[in-house]
């Protein structure tokens, strides 16, 4: 199939975010798009801040499937905010405004914006940036003339289309699945508040509360009810992207392209967090809660935790609300933190064992069906991302 080599700085126009001033920044009006919020390849709306609407910022307003980059961020140490990542604008944050270290590109007539998209994924882009990226240590930066000088293989118009549309029928099944586990943590959370935030639990009428709370139930620490693992950085050098040894997590909300070989890292501290275990975020942004899909390896970023009488499932929700209400902000010098001693010592309500069971029975079921969504999201990805360099260098037909 014939392409065409062209320069990203030829094909596309640009506008750069703008520095809003975060003192402004309210808890409702229009959402402002920054780097923190980006993951792998779209945008999270868990921790939005939001401005007032103000025509002074019209030019800055996102649409749905706006390319993005990220000018600043991480070196390859750390892939979950790696600078040069490209993300897409999704339906949620549509009219959102854009911030400063992000610039958005917009593709000439003659480029399909979904394809764009998936080229710059296929030719490792964010690898091109951060080989040219400037900076120090812990953090790298990007120059428009370096991103606009990058070049890549495009097919024509038509075969771009029908490569978008190939791979948009992936992400489209993908974005219907997570609504699905939406759904089901909504289910999950409002279980969770019913009983133990509103005390609403069977049996509740029946029952005497001293101290806010019902009798027999008791405020525990953390590191006494669960086994707790502080994840560690390993050095960059034992990266790979090959999918060989296992998937190296410093982040929550996915799990990133890169890879350790199990035996190299596990001889430096076993900092192996398997299947089914939570992991929480320790450092900014600081009380981020998952599920492990599969056996992982943990970055210095987060913590693997797991109840030590196997009640994951109360745990999760408890730590879910805990830390949706409280301001846990650690006092780390680069990056708001949680040290391993206050995460230890983080107090825990402990109703009796009967009730945790109950709840425990209820959410498992519904954590199971979660659990097996996401898998299937899982190998959709990968399926995805097989397809994407056979279809972007014309190895596979369209």
Not at 35 to 63: G, M
Not at 97 to 124: C, E, G, M, S
Request: charged share 25%; glycine share 6%.
């Amino acid at each position: 199939m014939e392409t065409r080599e062209v320069k990203l700085g030829n094909i596309v126009k640009h506008n750069k975010g703008y520095a809003f001033k975060s003192s402004e920044y309210t808890d409702e009006g229009v959402m402002v798009v920054r780097v923190t919020d980006f993951t792998l390849d779209s945008i999270s709306d868990a921790d939005a801040v939001y401005l007032a609407p103000d025509d002074r910022y019209d030019k800055f307003i996102l649409k749905t499937n706006d390319i993005l980059i990220q000018t600043v961020g991480s070196w390859a140490n750390n892939p979950n905010s790696i600078v040069g990542k490209v993300v897409r604008v999704p339906k949620q944050c549509d009219n959102a405004y854009l911030n400063q270290n992000i610039v958005r590109i917009i593709p000439n007539n003659d480029l399909d914006n979904t394809y764009l998209f998936y080229a710059l994924k296929a030719n490792h882009f964010s690898t091109y940036c951060v080989l040219r990226g400037q900076g120090a240590a812990n953090q790298a930066s990007i120059t428009l003339d370096t991103i606009f000088r990058f070049k890549f293989k495009a097919h024509n118009f038509t075969a771009q289309q029908r490569i978008a549309g190939i791979l948009s029928a992936y992400d489209n099944l993908i974005e219907n699945n997570n609504k699905r586990i939406h759904l089901l943590e909504q289910m999950a959370e409002n279980l969770y508040k019913e009983w133990f935030v509103r005390f609403r639990f069977p049996g509740y009428e029946d029952v005497d509360f001293e101290n806010g709370i019902p009798n027999g139930w008791k405020i525990e620490r953390l590191s006494d009810i669960a086994d707790i693992i502080m994840g560690q950085s390993p050095e960059s050098e034992n990266y790979n992207t090959n999918c060989e040894g296992l998937p190296f997590h410093q982040g929550v909300g996915s799990y990133g392209e890169f890879y350790l070989i199990d035996d190299v890292y596990s001889t430096k501290g076993n900092r192996i967090a398997e299947a089914n275990s939570i992991i929480f975020s320790v450092r900014a942004p600081v009380g981020r809660i998952n599920i492990t899909l599969n056996k992982i390896i943990l970055g210095r970023g987060v913590a693997a935790i797991n109840s030590a009488k196997g009640y994951n499932a109360y745990l999760l929700w408890m730590l879910k609300n805990q830390f949706q209400q409280e301001d846990i902000i650690g006092n780390g010098s680069i990056f708001a933190s949680v040290t391993k001693k206050e995460l230890f010592g983080f107090k825990i309500l402990m109703p009796n064992e009967d009730l945790i069971q109950k709840f425990d029975s209820i959410a498992s079921g519904i954590e199971r069906e979660m659990r097996k969504i996401s898998l299937i999201n899982s190998n959709l990805k990968k399926q995805r991302d097989m397809l994407l360099p056979r279809l972007m260098s014309g190895k596979l037909e369209v």
